[in-house]
């Protein structure tokens, strides 16, 4: 099993730019999260799932959409690209949810707004 | 609502001990257990569930008080190894919130 697999790692975007982060997992886990975390804090919650055609605001949704049409993958679009969105994204699953499940995380994608 | 982690630093000697703490103003169904190294990808400690348990791995443990919203993490004899953030997370929905971090340094 790859676990969770993110693409791209490193990506610089010009302001204004789109993107999609890619996230997808092999372990047949319902729940998928989007989390970024900015340098020296800590991870906020972006978008999460609790299964393929369901999808749910974090705390910090905003200039960012998702969409869950399988249950291997959940991609995050970023749609105009601002510099307050240059962060570490991380894409976790789990098996189960309501906090009970242990999350799995990929290696992250590194985006640079500029 | 994010929960809060204290201390935000920690610096110790090998062999030390430290204790972080994470509260929360909301009841919580669990509390989990992360360790982030510079640069790579936060990793599982533990859950904790309701009922007050007390969990361990290797010389690391964590309680969770329920009816206090609290849950602390103990690191006992600490190595270099345990170098990190030390993050928490609580749920009381089908989301998983962190706090905000702790930075642990073990110097030898």
């Known amino acids: 099993n790859a676990g969770v697999t993110q693409t791209p790692k490193f990506r610089i975007l010009k302001i204004g730019q789109s993107m999609t982060l890619q996230c997808a997992q092999d372990?047949?886990?319902?729940?998928m999260y989007w989390y970024r975390q900015d340098p020296g804090m800590g991870l906020k919650l972006i978008y999460y799932?609790?299964?393929?055609?369901?999808?749910d605001k974090g705390e910090v949704p905003n200039g960012y959409n998702v969409s869950r049409s399988t249950t291997e993958d959940f991609p995050l679009r970023l749609e105009l690209a601002a510099p307050s969105q240059t962060s570490v994204y991380f894409c976790?699953?789990?098996?189960?949810?309501?906090?009970?499940?242990?999350?799995?995380f990929g290696s992250g994608t590194q985006l640079s707004v500029l | 609502q994010q929960p809060v982690q204290s201390p935000q630093a920690v610096i110790l000697r090998e062999g030390e001990d430290a204790v972080i703490n994470c509260s929360s103003s909301?009841?919580?169904?669990?509390v989990h257990w992360y360790r982030q190294k510079h640069g790579e990808a936060p990793v599982f400690l533990m859950i904790?569930?309701?009922?007050?348990e007390q969990k361990g791995h290797d010389k690391i443990s964590a309680s969770f008080n329920e009816k206090k919203q609290q849950s602390s993490l103990y690191l006992t004899a600490s190595q270099l190894s345990y170098s990190g953030t030390y993050f928490c997370g609580t749920s009381n929905t089908g989301k998983l919130i962190f706090g905000q971090g702790t930075t642990l340094q073990v110097k030898p």
């Open positions: 799932s609790v299964g393929a055609g369901i999808t």
């Open positions: 904790l569930l309701k009922g007050g």
């Open positions: 372990m047949n886990h319902n729940y």
């Open positions: 909301k009841a919580l169904y669990s």
């Open positions: 976790a699953s789990s098996k189960k949810g309501q906090g009970n499940e242990k999350l799995f």
